[in-house]
């Protein structure tokens, strides 16, 4: 054997046609469409908190939040004898009431 074959090492070669990559190209595509519904279904579900959560989250006393209530401050949703409140409603209403300090000085 001739030395410049002594260390060279035999690879398989692999080839690629069109199809391949036309069959890996739609693979893909669906896989990233999976994810996107995936990702779409968990943006879609809205979140629902008791009282209690609103209260911790918010560091306000049951007072308060019947307050925000009453004056329509916060909305809800009752059901029987319990309250809930759309986590992203608080959210929003945190965000609409936030307090820029460079308008202050």
Sequence with gaps: MA???K????MAATIITTEDLKEFKLEL???IREIFNENRAMVMKKEWLKSTQVMDMLNISPG???KFRHNG????????????????QIEKMLSDNLVNNEKLK
């Design 29 to 31: 595509l669906e896989d």
């Design 7 to 10: 260390n060279r090492s035999t």
């Design 3 to 5: 030395p410049f074959l």
């Design 73 to 88: 401050t916060l909305a809800y949703t009752k059901i029987g004898g319990l309250i809930f409140y759309e986590a992203g």
């Design 64 to 66: 308060t939040l019947q």
